[in-house]
């Protein structure tokens, strides 16, 4: 069964910087690209970044020069490294994959929070 767990939230100070993992599983025949996504309160969900099976990354704009997103193919793990981060960062990191090939399904993990205090 294909799925994708986060990890690597926490509570930080502005200036500060965070490493977030994701790690999929299921995947073996089949080839996917993966996007982070995050929602703060009140707010709607926003993709973050993306990776995809090619190496291709994407940047929202708010992000673009503090967040690295990086993937280890080996470990079907993705990453995201946040520096700089600031308090308007601060929302539930989510991550999921976008199937290309196969006929795996997609999968969304729940979540990893992240808050960042002024």
């Known amino acids: 069964q294909a799925q994708v767990v986060e990890s690597g939230g926490g509570t930080v100070q502005a200036g500060g910087s965070l490493r977030l993992s994701c790690a999929a599983s299921g995947y073996t025949f089949c080839t996917y690209d993966m996007k982070w996504y995050r929602q703060a309160p009140g707010k709607e969900r926003e993709l973050v970044s993306g990776?995809?099976?090619?190496?291709?990354?994407t940047y929202a704009d708010s992000v673009k020069g503090r967040f690295t997103i990086s993937q280890d193919k080996a470990k079907n793990t993705v990453y995201l490294q946040m520096n700089s981060l600031k308090p308007e960062d601060t929302a539930r990191y989510s991550c999921?994959?976008?199937?290309?090939?196969?006929?795996?399904?997609?999968?969304w993990g729940l979540g990893t929070q992240v808050t960042v205090s002024s």
């Open positions: 990776i995809s099976h090619y190496g291709t990354t």
């Open positions: 999921a994959t976008h199937v290309i090939w196969g006929i795996c399904l997609d999968a």
